[in-house]
């Protein structure tokens, strides 16, 4: 399988491979000009055949969980894969297992001679369980201002649902756990978890809260506070409600690593942010998925997630690195 390398006049690199679209590494300067490897991830792509965490992945047909496992659309009720006790995650054996048809390229804009990835794959009606045939689409592109973009769109010939992200965990250290990250979201709501770290429905204030990252705070300050909310998923595991308009994107977060000055901004076009303080791998990384809400097939108060045909599906999010000094 082919690797592909995007690099930007600043040193910043980016290696992507075409099974699952998986970002395998982004080397990153510090405040030194020393670069580091920021993300979580292996050396070859074989090595991602075995891939339980998902680690850098385009996340599809349906990220988060699915309730039961199933959801019932126009009068006729879908069972997928059950992959959580008996609950769906992430498509099942879904986009983060596939082989991407994947074409670089060279962008005029957002900056002058943007390298690129372009990867397209065609899920097949049935596939997991899903309707419809549908044709995604995901473009990475890396600007010169250290931006990476990612460029997501699909189409389908039956109604399906379509919640596409990407599963980078991010370490900017380099190395170590995440707990001395400091995190901002801008979100004054969250959506409660159950047991089964499945939203309730409820939405609510993060004020007053373990929750609350309006201001940056350390990942590990409050993990281990005895909060109902994180015993229940073990950590930070919970989508965060953003303020979106359409399709021009907001900005969503903010990491820190103060040893380093190493910073990440996220902004996009989603409803949601989805902070995973990678509870099931000793916190070596952190995730900031940016999706719909989890379980929306089931959800009908949550934001649509339902693609018709003759409908585009499309998403945009632009992860941006620096350096504070």
């Not at 990220?63 to 879908?78: E, K, P, S, V």
């Not at 021009?248 to 977060?253: K, L, M, N, R, Y």
């Amino acid at each position: 399988m082919e690797i592909f390398t995007l690099t930007n006049a600043a040193g910043l690199t980016v290696r992507v491979t075409e099974y699952g679209g998986i970002i395998m590494s982004i080397l990153a300067p510090d405040r030194e000009g020393r670069l580091a490897n920021v993300v979580l991830g292996h050396d070859s792509p074989e090595e991602y055949r075995k891939n339980p965490h998902h680690l850098g992945a385009i996340i599809g047909r349906v990220a988060g969980r699915i309730a039961g496992a199933r959801f019932t659309l126009d009068g006729t009720t879908y069972q997928l894969p059950a992959n959580l006790g008996q609950h769906h995650l992430h498509g099942g054996r879904g986009f983060d297992q596939v082989v991407w048809r994947a074409v670089p390229f060279r962008a005029s804009t957002p900056a002058p001679r943007a390298s690129g990835v372009a990867l397209d794959y065609t899920s097949p009606d049935g596939e997991e369980g899903y309707p419809g045939t549908l044709s995604a689409h995901v473009n990475y592109t890396l600007t010169h201002q250290n931006e990476l973009i990612v460029d997501y769109r699909a189409t389908t010939d039956r109604a399906t649902p379509v919640n596409l992200t990407q599963h980078s965990y991010f370490n900017l250290a380099g190395r170590g756990d995440i707990l001395g990250h400091l995190l901002q979201i801008d979100a004054d709501k969250m959506l409660l978890m159950n047991e089964a770290v499945m939203p309730t429905g409820q939405i609510v204030a993060v004020a007053g809260t373990p929750f609350d990252f309006r201001t940056p705070s350390a990942v590990g300050a409050r993990i281990a506070q005895p909060d109902e909310q994180l015993r229940r998923a073990g950590g930070y595991d919970h989508s965060f409600v953003l303020e979106t308009r359409g399709l021009e994107p907001v900005h969503a977060a903010r990491v820190v690593e103060p040893s380093s000055g190493r910073t990440l901004d996220v902004s996009t076009t989603e409803p949601s942010v989805h902070f995973y303080s990678g509870n099931g791998i000793g916190r070596a990384g952190l995730c900031l998925e940016t999706q719909h809400f989890p379980d929306s097939p089931n959800r009908p108060e949550f934001p649509s997630i339902i693609l018709r045909p003759g409908r585009e599906y499309r998403s945009r999010t632009i992860f941006a690195f620096a350096v504070a000094r």
